[in-house]
């Protein structure tokens, strides 16, 4: 399991996100966590179907939703090099 994590500022807030890859015979996906407010976030995201990551469940709060193109870009960013 590859594990990164990164600080992303959302709404005047510095949080601090956990990404876990987990890799399966039958499926490649992340999982998300974060902690805002004291309340804790997590999401999966996989490959649509044009290959490009995307928040499958659950259904993120509207703050997360807005910061998806930057979850993904972070993942991108940190598996290029592995031929993912």
């Not at 600080?7 to 974060?34: A, C, M, P, W, Y």
């Given at each position: 399991?590859?594990?990164?994590?990164?600080?992303?500022?959302?709404?005047?807030?510095?949080?601090?996100?956990?990404?876990?890859?987990?890799?399966?015979?039958?499926?490649?996906?992340?999982?998300?966590?974060?902690?805002?407010?004291?309340?804790?976030?997590?999401v999966?995201l996989?490959?649509?179907?044009?290959?490009?990551?995307?928040?499958?469940?659950?259904?993120?709060?509207?703050?997360?939703?807005?910061?998806?193109?930057?979850?993904?870009?972070?993942?991108?960013?940190?598996?290029?090099?592995?031929?993912?």
């Open positions: 399991m590859k594990q990164f994590s990164e600080i992303i500022n959302v709404d005047g807030h510095e949080l601090f996100f956990v990404f876990s890859r987990l890799r399966t015979s039958q499926e490649d996906k992340f999982f998300v966590v974060v902690t805002r407010d004291t309340h804790t976030y997590s999966f996989k490959k649509n179907n044009l290959g490009k990551w995307q928040i499958v469940s659950p259904s993120p709060p509207n703050w997360f939703k807005r910061i998806e193109s930057m979850i993904v870009q972070i993942i991108n960013d940190n598996t290029d090099h592995d031929g993912a």
